[in-house]
């Protein structure tokens, strides 16, 4: 008798582990470790769905108590084993439950129909055919005679390409049944074929192949040659903006290609993968693939099928591109690798960035990253000889990094220019449109609106404890408070600023429509498009304003985080980035780092083409050292000042950190337990705990929520803090009412 250990697919903490059922001898040939399956579930014999974890002969409990399982789900696609060991590691490190993991693992879960192509072809020549079409005129068999007419005016060149199934069942009107009768007297004969959807398919592969320089040279044939040497390892490219670092991905994924095997391309967001997949269709034509969310169902599928059956050989996309099933894998490529878009929000909170590492150390593959704005997780691990460390310094094609000006907003606040545009922005804005070349108008709203700052000294309203700014609070409509998110210190709203007393402070409240409308005043005449949230909705709105702006038909690019990350636009000569320190004030150790990346690529933007670019920095604070080093590119010396920074504080990458999420519709429910839990982390002697304080979103749809943190150099003791609570909890009575996250590292 086989015995299945099944994860129920079912959301509840306590449930999250497996539970042994028997399988039934009529279904033991269709049950496999990842089948899904139906299984009766509790008192009540409920029928809830489970993937089957493991096989076994051995049974866990009383075979007399042991339920059978039900049946198989049809139409479901079992969970490959290598993929559930991959989701076991992801529980494991994320704190999640085995059945979010799963899902994660699973992009694709559903069979979908498929689409076939049917086409009905001739059997006898044109001249047989036109005899036989008389005949059946005379019988006044008119729908055969249709068909077979509509045979014989096709031209000698196609006749026996035939003729597609539907254009004879819907335009000529013949029904399957007259089909069927032409196929018996052996007249036509009907075959079908599967149709794939090829999202990728852009139709040009004319490929414009450049000759690497020795820089990109050099990366290709060491990671080429480790890769000859069976050696396989995760490398990181630093590389500065237009370096050419995609080049070099293509190079490396020939060479692995010509090993057999399979290469992933992960890129940061779909809005980038209009361009990305342009240049990857353009020199590998059919064999690259993409998949992303918002294909349909069946385009997806197909997406996944043609991987499984190895008839692609590149897939692009975005996070969940990671787990597509290839056969033989042979290189992850994670493109932006330092872009918060590869940290899950929801759970299983993973980071793709970390999985893509596992998954390749699983399958014997390697991974490349590729950045010109590395995270410290990266860079800290690329110095300590983890990652192979490569580095792009020049731009290829011999194009220079821009001139960048920094200017001082408070300069501006003192001669009494209140409008978002500095004047020296102002004036070379106006220059590119005489010179009928592109703008782009970067505003930083990370951060956005979620502190307060003083108007005239640009100084935020900090906490003195944790190096974070403080988050206003708002009650009955106003801001009366101010709190610290991570250690829960709190003021009252003051009411000049603490550092130069001005009464002009506030939230700052720029966003993308005001600084459309201001740009609409300002420079007359202007062609203006807007990229945000509001106006890229729809299956293709990125790639429409990003083919507008490319082919020329606006001057001037207004946008939010979005426009800044890869794009390559020749025309492109001047990046103005209207606030540039917001993000430093986002409340999170990782402020400055974000700070650096945005600004950095948001300038790399500039001077991509054969002309100059210059970029205008405006800033509250022009001497912060993630704003100096990002004007500069100066990526070494910003990363050098800030890990001693994490090493002071210890924050990631250089310690490790836990956040504690408790949450319940009753705020003093929540406070209690997660005081309890405070205390619990407390006892580990390494662990150095924050709060409890409220959470960043403190309430959300009338749900509380409350944060604890523990700090530790040693991450598997704050997995035991995690284990020791979860079991704290699942004894508990008292706080039924509450329910628990866990947050590793979290990187966003
Ligand atoms: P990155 O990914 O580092 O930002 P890209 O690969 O997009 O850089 O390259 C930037 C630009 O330089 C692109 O227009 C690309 O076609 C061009 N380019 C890259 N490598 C070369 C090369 N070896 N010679 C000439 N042009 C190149
Ligand atoms: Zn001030
Ligand atoms: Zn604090």
Same mark, same amino acid.
């Given at each position: ?275 990305? #997949? ?10 690259? *693939? $993409?998949?992303? &969310? %918002? +294909? !349909? ?109 920094? #200017? ?10 209140? *409008? $978002?545009?500095? &004047? %020296? +922005? !102002? ?322």
């Amino acid at each position: 008798m086989i015995f299945a250990d099944i994860i129920i697919d079912i959301s509840v903490k306590s449930l999250d582990k497996t539970f042994q059922y028997i399988v039934p001898a009529c279904l033991e040939d269709e049950i496999k470790t990842g089948s899904l399956v139906t299984v009766p579930f509790g008192n009540g014999n409920r029928q809830l769905k489970g993937y089957v974890v493991n096989l076994t002969d051995t049974p866990k409990f009383d075979r007399a108590k042991t339920k059978s399982i039900t049946g198989v789900e049809k139409n479901a696609i079992p969970a490959e084993s290598h993929l559930l060991a991959l989701a076991g590691w992801i529980k494991e490190n994320y704190g999640a439950s085995m059945n979010d993991a799963i899902k994660a693992v699973m992009p694709v879960k559903k069979e979908i129909k498929e689409r076939v192509q049917r086409t009905v072809y001739p059997l006898l020549s044109p001249a047989e055919m036109e005899k036989l079409a008389l005949e059946f005129e005379k019988k006044h068999n008119t729908a055969r005679a249709r068909v077979l007419r509509c045979f014989t005016s096709l031209d000698s060149s196609i006749y026996y390409n035939g003729i597609d199934y539907n254009y004879i069942t819907k335009n000529l009107k013949c029904p399957k049944s007259v089909i069927d009768s032409l196929e018996q007297m052996g007249i036509t004969s009907t075959s079908s074929s599967r149709q794939y959807r090829n999202p990728a398919k852009h139709g040009d592969t004319s490929s414009t192949r450049h000759v690497l320089n020795d820089e990109q040279q050099h990366i290709a044939n060491a990671v080429l040659a480790d890769y000859a040497g069976g050696i396989r390892k995760t490398y990181l490219i630093h590389g500065v903006t237009g370096s050419g670092k995609t080049e070099v991905y293509m190079e490396i994924i020939e060479g692995v290609l010509s090993y057999g095997r399979q290469v992933i391309v992960l890129i940061p967001e779909i809005a980038l993968t209009f361009q990305t #997949v342009n240049r990857f269709y353009q020199r590998f034509g059919d064999r690259v *693939s $993409v998949i992303h &969310s %918002r +294909l !349909s169902a069946g385009e997806r599928y197909d997406q996944f099928l043609r991987a499984k059956e190895g008839l692609v050989d590149i897939m692009i996309g975005p996070r969940s591109a990671l787990f597509m099933p290839f056969k033989k894998l042979g290189l992850i490529v994670v493109d932006e690798e330092h872009e918060t878009s590869y940290q899950s929000e929801t759970p299983p909170k993973y980071h793709a960035r970390e999985v893509a590492v596992q998954r390749a150390r699983m399958l014997g593959a390697s991974v490349l990253l590729g950045s010109a704005t590395p995270s410290l997780e990266a860079y800290y691990k690329a110095q300590a000889g983890e990652y192979g460390l490569f580095t792009l310094k020049k731009r290829a094609g011999g194009a220079h990094l821009p001139q960048v000006h920094i #200017v001082d907003l408070r300069e501006e606040f003192e001669n009494k220019n209140y *409008s $978002v545009f500095s &004047s %020296r +922005l !102002s004036t070379l804005v106006e220059e590119r449109l005489q010179k009928h070349e592109q703008s782009i108008i970067f505003i930083n709203r990370r951060g956005y609106a979620s502190f307060i700052s003083c108007r005239k000294c640009g100084e935020a309203i900090g906490c003195p404890h944790c190096s974070v700014s403080l988050k206003p609070h708002m009650h009955n409509g106003i801001v009366d408070r101010m709190k610290c998110h991570f250690c829960g210190y709190e003021i009252p709203l003051p009411a000049a600023c603490p550092s130069c007393g001005s009464k002009y402070i506030g939230t700052f409240g720029i966003g993308t429509q005001q600084v459309e409308e201001a740009a609409k005043k300002r420079f007359q005449g202007a062609r203006i498009l807007r990229m945000d949230a509001d106006t890229t909705g729809g299956k293709d709105g990125h790639s429409r304003i990003l083919g507008q702006f490319g082919r020329g038909e606006a001057d001037i690019l207004i946008g939010t985080q979005m426009i800044v990350k890869g794009h390559d636009f020749p025309n492109v000569t001047l990046v103005g980035i209207i606030a540039a320190d917001l993000s430093l004030n986002a409340g999170d150790y990782r402020a400055a780092e974000r700070t650096y990346q945005l600004i950095a690529q948001a300038a790399g933007r500039a001077g991509r083409g054969g002309k100059s670019g210059e970029v205008v920095l405006q800033t509250y604070q022009p001497s912060h050292y993630s704003i100096v080093h990002a004007a500069g590119q100066d990526y070494e010396s910003f990363y050098n000042q800030e890990i001693s920074i994490r090493e002071m504080l210890h924050y990631p990458p250089v310690s490790n950190i836990l956040g504690i999420l408790v949450f319940s519709e009753n705020e003093e429910s929540a406070s209690k337990l997660a005081g309890i839990i405070s205390e619990i982390a407390e006892q580990y002697q390494t662990v150095t705990v924050l709060g409890p304080a409220d959470a960043p979103v403190a309430k959300a749809k009338d749900i509380y929520r409350k944060m604890v943190y523990g700090k530790c150099m040693d991450y598997s003791t704050l997995c035991s803090v995690k284990d020791y609570i979860e079991a704290f909890k699942e004894q508990d009575t008292e706080f039924r009412d509450c329910g628990i996250n866990f947050e590793f590292n979290i990187n966003r």
